[in-house]
């Protein structure tokens, strides 16, 4: 991960499993044309150096994001002890793949098996959209040793 900060808690590789394998959702933080900040919740998948979420096309953060892609986000666990990683960089929208995305993270945060949520998540790809993050300085940090008992 050529955007990982010198400070960070992690190699980038160990940065790189992280984002490959953390099961949380992405927390995603953008600013709203009223200049007040908006955090969203979203599946995301890592892939190619890039943070991929799917999302509908009407929904608030889209509208945000293609006004001004400029975004901050988090991964981390929310119970002791706290590691993670955040960090901040450019998004684009399009609906370029947008549908196969929302299959694989509705299966990587949901499992296969076919559930009445996954097949109503299905009937509205078609207004499907990708978030694409390309990362400009990521950070991790890691208390597991710190809280040891």
């Excluded at 096309?57 to 901050?72: F, P, S, W």
């Excluded at 559930?115 to 694409?132: G, H, M, N, Y």
Aim: include cysteine; glycine fraction near 6%; charge should be positive.
């Amino acid at each position: 991960m050529k955007t990982l900060s010198p400070k960070s808690a992690w190699s980038a590789s160990q940065a790189t499993d992280f984002l490959e394998s953390f099961d949380g959702p992405l927390r995603i933080a953008v600013t709203t044309a009223s200049g007040f900040p908006l955090i969203c919740s979203l599946w995301y998948q890592f892939r190619d150096g890039q943070i991929l979420c799917a999302t509908q096309k009407q929904a608030v953060i889209t509208r945000h994001l293609e006004r001004d892609g400029r975004c901050a986000f988090e991964l981390s666990t929310n119970d002791p002890p706290y590691f993670g990683l955040r960090g901040r960089g450019l998004a684009t929208v399009t609906s370029l793949g947008a549908a196969e995305l929302l299959e694989q993270v509705s299966s990587r945060f949901l499992g296969d098996e076919e559930t009445p949520f996954k097949q109503w998540l299905r009937r509205r790809s078609a207004d499907e959209v990708c978030i694409k993050i390309e990362p400009s300085w990521v950070t991790s940090w890691d208390y597991r040793k710190r809280m040891a008992p």
